[in-house]
């Protein structure tokens, strides 16, 4: 039976489809960068890409390979692509197919990290990007677009804004644009939402969060959903013969697989930012159990979340499945399993109070981190956007009273006790 075939929990837990008697139960961790042939015609087509298999760790390596199939399976592409990094995910899923004197639009809700690659790095090589608010009208985001734009970027669930992206009008913009839909889904993870099924085009994680799910590994992923054409005149890197790679078409040879045979060739070939055999091995046991916890997290984020709305120390909440959310009717779109764990919250009296309650609190730790089984909390505006001017801070839904609740899969009670100590110490 075809793993495409089961449901999404059963995905996860298994690997279906081609075995052999007596093999490992557990794919293991392959630790060569190199592989044996016998034949040099064999280790030639590889190099040609006429035939599969592995013949150096920075280009492929089974137990990498075993994490990027899954996802492909999990996220309904045709292909995927893991890389050492979240980071390292968004720059080649843009490097792949934009260079110097191109265009991004980008929703202004992403991840800092994000609009620091997108607003200083990649333009200092000179790919411009337009940063655009989600909850600007139709017309506003399309003005942004020029001729040279080459990518609509998003997040499923911003970070940390939290607030849900409009599929239905974001994937219609770039539709009409004809420029490809990325979306970052790694608050989301695949468990919650498949933004392929919703109009994005390639999706990609940070597998550091929840695919990991306690902290261990860094990691990425770019999924590819076969669905876009390359064939429109705007992407000759993709459809035109590479002199890099003995004039190879990876439109022409490769189809709807194009964009991610192209990352691995060229991308991953050139910039080397591999994930190693030990973390996808960390992955591939993370995704077993990404169900499970992604329903605890989202459950006693949405208790921490009632609770926290009704206090009387509480300026305001982010949490998308609260009926009170901007962005509740389009968590119950695209969301209906859950909302992820994640929750930003104001505290009344500014930062000294917002720093009072982190102070307060017993066992929750103030960690640079999300997707942890562990219960944490950060106060974004001084660590993670502190890079961010002021206005780019508040653009980004970053302001000085809020703090970003990580939820864990702990006992409710015992989170919503230390929760209660860090308000009583406002
Ligand atoms: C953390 C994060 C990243 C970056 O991932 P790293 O694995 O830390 O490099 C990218 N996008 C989002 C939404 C994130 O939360």
Same mark, same amino acid.
């Given at each position: &039976?075809?793993? /495409?075939? #089961?449901?999404?929990?059963?995905?996860?837990?298994?690997?279906?489809?081609?075995?052999?008697?007596?093999?490992? *139960?557990?794919?293991?961790?392959?630790?060569?960068?190199?592989?044996?042939?016998?034949?040099?015609?064999?280790?030639?087509?590889?190099?040609?890409?006429?035939?599969?298999?592995? &013949?150096?760790? =920075?280009?492929? +390596?089974?137990?990498?390979?075993? #994490?990027?199939?899954? &996802? !492909?399976?999990?996220?309904?592409?045709?292909?995927?692509?893991?890389?050492?990094?979240?980071?390292?995910? +968004?720059?080649? !899923?843009?490097?792949?197919?934009?260079?110097?004197?191109?265009?991004?639009?980008? %929703?202004?809700?992403?991840?800092?990290?994000?609009?620091?690659?997108?607003?200083?790095?990649? =333009?200092?090589?000179?790919?411009?990007?337009?940063?655009?608010?989600?909850?600007?009208?139709? $017309?506003?985001?399309?003005?942004? #677009?020029?001729?040279?734009?080459?990518?609509?970027?998003?997040?499923? %669930?911003?970070?940390?804004?939290?607030?849900?992206?409009?599929?239905?009008?974001?994937?219609?913009?770039?539709?009409?644009?004809?420029?490809?839909?990325?979306?970052?889904?790694?608050?989301?993870?695949?468990?919650?939402?498949?933004?392929?099924?919703?109009?994005?085009?390639?999706?990609?994680?940070? !597998?550091?969060?929840?695919?990991?799910?306690?902290?261990?590994?860094?990691?990425?992923?770019?999924?590819?959903?076969?669905?876009?054409?390359?064939?429109?005149?705007?992407?000759?890197?993709?459809?035109?013969?590479?002199?890099?790679?003995?004039?190879?078409?990876?439109? /022409?040879?490769?189809?709807?697989?194009?964009?991610?045979?192209?990352?691995?060739?060229?991308?991953?070939?050139?910039?080397?930012?591999?994930?190693?055999?030990?973390?996808? #091995?960390?992955?591939?046991?993370?995704?077993?159990?990404?169900?499970?916890? &992604?329903?605890?997290?989202?459950?006693?984020?949405?208790?921490?979340?009632?609770?926290?709305?009704?206090?009387?120390?509480?300026?305001?909440?982010?949490?998308?499945?609260?009926?009170?959310?901007?962005?509740?009717?389009? !968590? $119950?779109?695209?969301?209906?399993?859950?909302?992820?764990?994640?929750?930003?919250?104001?505290?009344?009296?500014?930062?000294? +109070?917002?720093? /009072?309650?982190?102070?307060?609190?017993?066992?929750?730790?103030?960690?640079?981190?999300?997707?942890?089984?562990?219960?944490?909390?950060?106060?974004?505006?001084?660590?993670?956007? =502190?890079?961010?001017?002021?206005?780019?801070?508040?653009?980004?839904?970053? %302001?000085?009273?809020?703090? =970003?609740?990580?939820?864990?899969?702990?006992?409710?009670?015992?989170?919503?006790?230390?929760? /209660? *100590?860090?308000?009583?110490?406002?």
């Amino acid at each position: &039976m075809d793993n /495409k075939d #089961f449901k999404i929990e059963t995905q996860l837990v298994q690997s279906l489809g081609k075995f052999t008697e007596g093999e490992p *139960r557990v794919y293991p961790i392959v630790q060569s960068t190199t592989y044996n042939y016998t034949s040099p015609e064999v280790l030639a087509d590889l190099f040609d890409l006429k035939a599969e298999g592995h &013949m150096y760790s =920075r280009i492929s +390596n089974p137990t990498v390979e075993v #994490f990027e199939n899954k &996802m !492909a399976v999990l996220e309904k592409g045709v292909g995927a692509l893991a890389v050492g990094s979240g980071q390292s995910a +968004n720059t080649i !899923a843009v490097l792949n197919i934009c260079k110097a004197g191109d265009h991004i639009v980008c %929703l202004s809700t992403v991840y800092g990290g994000t609009v620091n690659l997108f607003g200083s790095t990649l =333009r200092n090589l000179g790919i411009e990007t337009t940063f655009v608010s989600p909850e600007a009208s139709e $017309e506003e985001i399309k003005n942004c #677009f020029k001729e040279n734009t080459k990518i609509l970027f998003g997040e499923t %669930l911003g970070n940390p804004e939290i607030n849900v992206l409009d599929f239905e009008k974001i994937a219609k913009i770039a539709k009409e644009k004809d420029v490809p839909f990325i979306v970052d889904n790694t608050l989301a993870t695949p468990y919650l939402c498949n933004p392929i099924e919703y109009g994005a085009n390639i999706v990609t994680h940070s !597998a550091t969060k929840y695919i990991d799910g306690q902290a261990t590994a860094l990691g990425g992923v770019i999924i590819d959903g076969g669905n876009y054409n390359w064939d429109n005149g705007k992407f000759s890197c993709l459809v035109d013969p590479d002199p890099s790679y003995h004039n190879l078409s990876y439109y /022409k040879t490769f189809g709807k697989s194009a964009y991610i045979v192209k990352a691995r060739a060229t991308m991953l070939r050139d910039f080397g930012t591999v994930l190693s055999p030990f973390n996808a #091995f960390i992955f591939n046991r993370g995704l077993e159990t990404l169900h499970i916890r &992604m329903e605890r997290h989202s459950e006693n984020a949405f208790k921490v979340a009632e609770f926290l709305e009704n206090n009387s120390k509480i300026a305001w909440i982010n949490y998308p499945k609260l009926e009170s959310h901007y962005s509740h009717s389009l !968590a $119950e779109k695209y969301l209906k399993k859950g909302c992820s764990g994640i929750i930003l919250v104001g505290i009344k009296g500014g930062k000294e +109070n917002a720093m /009072k309650f982190i102070r307060g609190l017993s066992w929750i730790k103030s960690v640079i981190h999300l997707g942890d089984s562990r219960t944490c909390v950060l106060h974004p505006a001084s660590t993670t956007h =502190r890079q961010l001017t002021e206005e780019e801070q508040i653009k980004a839904g970053v %302001l000085p009273e809020a703090i =970003r609740i990580n939820v864990g899969i702990e006992n409710i009670e015992d989170i919503l006790n230390d929760i /209660k *100590r860090g308000i009583e110490n406002i």
